[in-house]
């Protein structure tokens, strides 16, 4: 499945907030699978993609001020 959006994105909501392609076959994964906080400075999300079964993590540091 496939969303299509004629929103324009900017960098920063892609690489923060946007959903991420299956890397085995590029479809869009829509929601992870768990989402952890590691050691507290790192959030790693765990995928399954629902078209080709490919699991996948991604993970995103926690900016701290």
Do not use: Q
């Not at 699978?33 to 993609?49: K, T, Y």
């Amino acid at each position: 499945m496939r969303l299509h959006t004629d929103t324009p994105r900017n960098s920063a909501f892609k690489r923060y907030l946007a959903s991420p392609a299956c890397p085995y076959c590029k479809e869009m994964l829509l929601a992870p699978m768990l989402s952890e906080l590691v050691d507290g400075v790192e959030i790693r999300h765990h995928w399954s993609c629902e078209s080709c079964g490919g699991v996948s993590v991604t993970s995103l540091a926690v900016m701290t001020h």
